[in-house]
Each structure stands twice: as C-alpha cells, then as structure tokens.
C-alpha cells in the first residue's frame, strides 16, 4: 500500500521556521515528482513548492520564494519542506503530493497531476 506520511507541523509566531517532510512507502518514488500544496480554511489548495525526479529542480509559487525550500533523499524516499521567516498567511494544512514514476513534462502546479496524496501536517503562525 502507497502511502505518504507528513510530518513537522506546529505552531510557530511570525519570522519562526518549521521543516516538514513526507515520508512515502509502499514504492520507490526517486522517478516521481514530489510536491507540496497547502489549502488554508476556506480557501483553495494551492501549490507551495515542487521538486522534479530529473536533475532535481525546483519550483515555487511566488509569495514563498527565498523563505521556502524543497529538497528530496531519494535514499529514504522522503521530501522537505523547509520553511524560514514564517508569516501568518503561511497558516494552513501542508500536503505532499507524487506522481506516478516516470511521468515527464507534468504541469507542476496543478493539483490533477498527482496519484498520491498524504493525509496532510496543520501550519499555524502567529503574528
């Protein structure tokens, strides 16, 4: 069975940092692009950070870019999330996500994309 555990969440104040991971098991997924969205309390899901199985790369949605950074070990099939100068926006459930292996040219972004969901880690930052 594939599942994708998070973990990391908590409370933090404002400026704070938090590192999450998602440790999957059930399958390798060092040929699978891992991802982290974040849906905040009536809001929609949104994507936060992505990492690709080729070359590593990575992406970010705009208003994390330069606090947040996504990285994978591939060794022990885990992805982070590190996250640094938290602000209060950034409060919501965290969620990592994977393809299917060897999945090529998918749209980071968009959350229809992925096979695998974990169950999600709650972020809460306090001013």
């Not at 949104?46 to 199985?53: L, M, P, Y």
């Not at 591939?74 to 209060?88: C, D, E, G, H, S």
């Not at 292996?101 to 809460?124: A, C, F, H, I, K």
Request: aromatic share 12%.
């Amino acid at each position: 069975q594939v599942q994708l555990l998070e973990a990391g969440g908590g409370l933090v104040q404002a400026g704070g940092s938090l590192r999450l991971s998602c440790a999957a098991s059930g399958r390798t997924f060092s040929r699978s692009a891992m991802t982290w969205f974040r849906q905040a309390p009536g809001k929609q899901r949104e994507f936060v950070a992505g990492i690709t199985w080729i070359a590593s790369r990575t992406y970010y949605r705009d208003s994390v870019k330069g606090r947040f950074t996504i990285s994978r070990n591939n060794a022990n099939n885990t992805v982070y999330l590190q996250m640094t100068n938290l602000k209060p926006e950034d409060t919501a459930v965290y969620y990592c996500a994977a393809t299917r292996p060897d999945r090529m040219g998918v749209e980071l972004t968009s959350d229809n994309v992925y096979d695998y969901w974990g169950q999600g880690t709650q972020v809460t930052v306090s001013s």
